[in-house]
């Protein structure tokens, strides 16, 4: 079992910053994949940003070159740096473990107002 706990979200304006974190314990397998996902009201979870245990990264299209998925495997901890935040960002975001997601933390609410 792996447990995954997400902390960061919160309330910003339109083109604000947030940082995203999910802690991961229990059975961790460091060569995982890591990643994030987000869901906004009335719409399916969506596939955000996903890292490799050797720091690979790959992204959605609609976030590329404002987030950046990045881990720590010392911390056992993933985190999402999201810049030039858009409403349309506004979502519940969940931190996922392996490929396809194994595991999904409880997630971390981002709102963005405009």
């Known amino acids: 079992q792996v447990q995954l706990v997400e902390s960061g979200g919160g309330l910003v304006q339109a083109g604000g910053s947030l940082r995203l974190s999910c802690a991961a314990s229990?059975?961790?397998?460091?060569?995982?994949?890591m990643g994030w996902y987000r869901q906004a009201p009335g719409q399916e979870r969506a596939f955000v940003a996903r890292?490799?245990?050797?720091?690979?990264?790959y992204y959605a299209d609609s976030v590329k070159g404002r987030f950046t998925i990045s881990r720590d495997n010392a911390k056992n901890t993933l985190y999402l740096q999201m810049n030039s935040l858009k409403p349309e960002d506004t979502a519940m975001y969940y931190c996922?473990?392996?490929?396809?997601?194994?595991?999904w933390g409880q997630g971390t609410q981002v709102t963005v107002s405009s």
């Open positions: 996922s473990y392996g490929v396809p997601p194994r595991y």
């Open positions: 229990g059975s961790i397998v460091s060569t995982s994949f």
């Open positions: 890292i490799s245990s050797g720091g690979g990264t």
